[in-house]
């Protein structure tokens, strides 16, 4: 196979972003996505949609990649930690009966043994019906190990947010500044109170498959909502961020919720940024279907409610 045509079968399902410039962040919102600044970005091509089931499946037969999930955890990597959380596990999120302390995750979080990517929704689930939908329960090493084996790479934070605005400047959402325009909803979101109350006015309780809602400017789907998406960048305010390099600042970490774990404080998880939001977001909880929106993400840890898409730049597809 010739280097042009490796270059267009590596390109194909993505679309070309062109070389822009953009306002990154939001002054708005969550003070971690603040203060706004201009960030330049050379042009790449981006998949149109989050990695599915169904590629993922090809990846793991082609190479025999067991993730992050499916493994034991090395013991001397978490000093003081359950022994409970070191089986095979993952992250898996579970509705509440009613309102609950929404200062503590722990209460609809909960690690799963058996939860990884062939059982989305904990053990004795399966793919049946979703192999259309996102991959879930990727770590980020496994996020890597993907794109390397189809010849891509994971975007930055800068590339995924100026890829997620299609083109709009400063727009709230993906699609403009109004959440529902004429009444229709455009990404897979919580609707009604989280944890325990899901109107399901989007027609979907979990994630829905790549695709079910309307592309942004660029025409990508899914840059907001059904789950989150992976970056490369270390986590640090944006304040300290230098996009060429992205250095590690200070990294902190939990196996939940990007903090460190209260019941194994010694244990210190770099993390990595997460972008766009799940359909676990909801306006009274987590309003970060938005591409200014980021939040940090252990590396070592994986949940149901985060994926990625790949990128290949520009030198690399046109050599």
């Given at each position: 196979m010739t280097t042009e045509l490796q270059s267009r079968t590596r390109t194909d399902g993505m679309v070309w972003i062109p070389d822009g410039a953009f306002l990154m962040g939001s002054d708005r919102h969550y003070?971690?996505?603040?203060?706004?600044?201009?960030?330049?970005?050379?042009?790449?091509w981006i998949d149109t949609h989050t990695v599915t089931n169904t590629e993922f499946k090809r990846f793991v037969e082609a190479t025999g990649h067991v993730t992050l999930a499916e493994r034991p955890a090395n013991a001397e990597d978490y000093p003081g930690a359950d022994p409970a959380l070191l089986a095979p596990s993952s992250v898996v999120f579970r509705k509440t009966p009613g309102p609950v302390d929404m200062g503590n995750p722990y209460n609809w979080w909960t690690y799963?043994?058996?939860?990884?990517?062939r059982h989305p929704r904990g053990p004795g689930s399966s793919l049946q019906g979703l192999w259309k939908h996102p991959v879930v329960h990727v770590a980020f090493e496994d996020a890597e190990a993907y794109a390397k084996w189809a010849g891509k790479e994971l975007p930055t934070e800068a590339e995924w947010e100026y890829a997620a605005r299609g083109g709009l400047e400063g727009a709230q959402y993906t699609w403009g500044d109004e959440f529902s325009p004429r009444g229709k909803l455009m990404a897979n979101t919580w609707q009604g109170d989280f944890p325990w109350q899901n109107l399901l006015q989007d027609g979907y309780e979990w994630t829905a498959p790549v695709g079910s809602f309307p592309p942004n400017g660029y025409g990508l789907y899914d840059m907001a909502g059904n789950v989150w998406e992976w970056t490369t960048d270390w986590y640090q305010e944006h304040g300290k961020i230098t996009h060429a390099c992205c250095t590690l600042d200070n990294?902190?970490?939990?196996?939940?919720?990007?903090s460190y774990d209260p019941r194994t404080p010694e244990v210190r998880i770099p993390r990595r940024?997460?972008?766009?939001?799940?359909?676990?977001?909801?306006?009274?909880?987590?309003?970060r279907y938005r591409p200014a929106a980021r939040m940090a993400q252990p590396i070592d840890t994986a949940t149901c409610h985060l994926g990625f898409r790949c990128i290949v730049r520009k030198e690399q597809a046109h050599p």
């Open positions: 003070p971690e996505e603040a203060p706004p600044h201009k960030v330049a970005v050379k042009g790449f799963q043994r058996g939860a990884d990517w990294p902190r970490g939990g196996p939940i919720d990007g940024v997460m972008k766009g939001g799940s359909h676990l977001c909801a306006p009274n909880y987590c309003h």
